[in-house]
């Protein structure tokens, strides 16, 4: 209901990994979970460490981007790097929503490090009941 699937993600990540932080032009991607819970769909993203005015949300159409920016921790001058093992840079991931989806109230919420979408399924797309009328005694369909 949500995305394409890509099976060169692992060789994309590995690539990143050996090729260093991504960039505005070049983004790494962001690891995420997409479900469904009651009359929403849900999507959470792992953002450790992006502060929230660093991430930025669009929708265009079908295609919703998330883009967030994970920048380096101020450090005092005398202060001397001995490890940096957690990824700097850019990171994005584009995904394409189904038309059943309401992207007219996408709901964002970034707590402890996850940034979490929920996206309402169309009024239009739930099921509903269709009566059936006998001879004169019809009926309109109605949702």
Same mark, same amino acid.
């Given at each position: 209901?949500? @995305? !394409?699937?890509?099976? &060169? !993600?692992? &060789? #994309? !990540?590995?690539?990143?990994?050996?090729?260093?932080?991504?960039?505005?032009? %070049? +983004? *790494?991607?962001?690891? @995420?979970? *997409? $479900?469904?819970?009651?009359?929403? $769909? /849900?999507?959470?993203?792992?953002? +450790?460490?992006?502060?929230?005015?660093?991430? =930025?949300?669009?929708?265009? %159409?079908?295609?919703?981007?998330?883009?967030?920016?994970? !920048?380096? /921790? *101020?450090?005092?001058?005398?202060?001397? @790097?001995?490890?940096?093992?957690?990824?700097?840079?850019? &990171?994005?991931?584009?995904?394409?929503?189904? =038309?059943?989806?309401?992207?007219?109230?996408?709901?964002?919420? $970034?707590?402890?490090?996850?940034?979490?979408? %929920?996206? +309402?399924?169309?009024?239009?797309?739930? +099921? %509903?009941?269709?009566?059936?009328? /006998?001879?004169? #005694?019809?009926?309109?369909?109605?949702?």
């Amino acid at each position: 209901m949500l @995305m !394409r699937t890509d099976p &060169f !993600r692992e &060789f #994309d !990540r590995l690539a990143q990994q050996l090729m260093g932080p991504g960039t505005w032009s %070049r +983004p *790494a991607a962001m690891a @995420m979970d *997409a $479900y469904r819970e009651g009359d929403d $769909y /849900v999507v959470a993203f792992d953002l +450790p460490g992006v502060s929230a005015d660093a991430i =930025d949300i669009d929708v265009e %159409r079908n295609m919703l981007t998330v883009k967030a920016e994970r !920048r380096p /921790v *101020a450090k005092a001058d005398d202060v001397q @790097m001995e490890l940096s093992e957690r990824p700097l840079g850019v &990171f994005s991931r584009q995904i394409v929503l189904a =038309d059943t989806l309401d992207t007219e109230h996408i709901r964002a919420d $970034y707590d402890t490090g996850v940034l979490t979408l %929920r996206i +309402p399924i169309a009024e239009r797309a739930k +099921p %509903r009941k269709i009566s059936v009328g /006998v001879g004169s #005694d019809r009926k309109e369909i109605s949702g």
